[in-house]
């Protein structure tokens, strides 16, 4: 049985992990999660990378977003504020559930590895999901107004800004699992997420970049850009801010240290060749997760590109 770590950011990692599981042993998936998204909202800790694993691979996810619980009501948010609380951002109240087990733990004194484990053994799902750190680590965003955090500049501010610096605060170490999850892999991958707020935090961890540039050789990269844009988020954008170009091969430029494969979409067939002069083997393939199948598909041709 072949392991696999897969380093995952939101809704296309979920995605992309919701493929995997079909095609391997769900018991050989790790997925190593972001946690600089998190944050406290009205007193509770709040994982929205984690939980958007969690809700996709436990099948109760809002498919038309991509996130948050399927059938979701919002009563508690509607009494916050007439109350008077900040409500911008916005939390269902099946979601409100996962909140306040995961808060009530924590303060308890459980570390979020093993909180999170109990949450997906609850939900049904075999294959590990491991938070990157156990520590606070928190993505901070510079624009024309100065530093933000990151839930500020997504959710308050609807990735408005130009983003002009990210930083990850304060430094983290990787978790011991996490950890022999690289070491043991077979094959890593890195999923079609932000390169910079959702895969950057997992590599700004202690350690993690230089873990996954000594594995090169088993580590495939499956582009978050197609045809010049992101399919969700501010990937794009981002590239862009950053002096990057908006591209599937400005992706790969990103990860020619780190992976020896790139899965890059069909619609970008014509930058393969551009992408091997990095010293990456390009892979061009259907990557757009529309369905179960489409993400199947997707997960095995990304395993294939690492075996070739």
């Known amino acids: 049985m072949r392991r696999i770590a897969v380093l ?19 018991a ?10 998190d944050d406290e909202f009205h007193g509770l800790h709040v994982s929205p990378d984690i939980d958007t694993v969690l809700y996709t691979l436990g099948g109760v996810v809002e498919e038309s977003q991509g996130w948050g619980r399927r059938d979701e009501t919002f009563h508690a948010q509607a009494e916050l504020a007439r109350f008077g609380e900040e409500t911008w951002f916005r939390v269902g109240d099946r979601d409100l559930a996962a909140h306040i087990h995961r808060t009530r733990l924590l303060r308890a004194g459980m570390s ?29 965003v510079r624009t024309a107004e100065g530093w933000i955090a990151f ?13 002009r610096e990210i930083r990850f605060e304060p430094e983290a170490a990787p978790t011991a699992a996490v950890r022999a999850a690289i070491a043991e892999a077979d094959v890593i991958v890195i999923a079609p997420s932000n390169p910079f707020v959702s895969i950057g935090p997992i590599l700004a961890l202690a ?10 050789a088993k580590v495939v990269a499956v582009s978050p850009i197609v045809g010049g844009a992101a399919i969700k988020g501010p990937a794009g ?33 014509a930058l393969v060749r551009d992408v091997e002069t990095l010293g990456v083997r390009a892979v061009a393939t259907a990557t757009i997760m529309r369905d179960d199948a489409s993400r199947a598909a997707l997960a095995q041709a990304a395993l294939d590109a690492a075996s070739r």
């Open 237 to 269: 954008a981002m590239l862009a801010a950053l002096g990057h170009e908006v591209s599937a091969l400005g992706v790969a430029r990103v990860y020619a240290d780190l992976a020896a494969t790139f899965v890059l979409d069909e619609q970008d067939r």
């Open 207 to 216: 350690g993690m970049r230089d873990a996954i540039r000594s594995a090169r």
């Open 8 to 26: 995952c950011g939101g809704v296309g990692a979920a995605r992309l992990l919701a493929g995997l599981v079909q095609v391997v042993d769900p």
């Open 112 to 140: 979020l590895t093993d909180v999170v484990d109990g949450m997906r053994r609850a939900l049904g799902i075999r294959a590990r999901i491991l938070p990157a750190t156990d520590a606070a680590q928190r993505t901070m």
């Open 151 to 163: 839930q500020e500049y997504f959710v308050r501010r609807r990735t408005a800004d130009a983003v």
């Open 28 to 37: 050989s998936v790790a997925a190593i999660v972001n946690v600089a998204d």
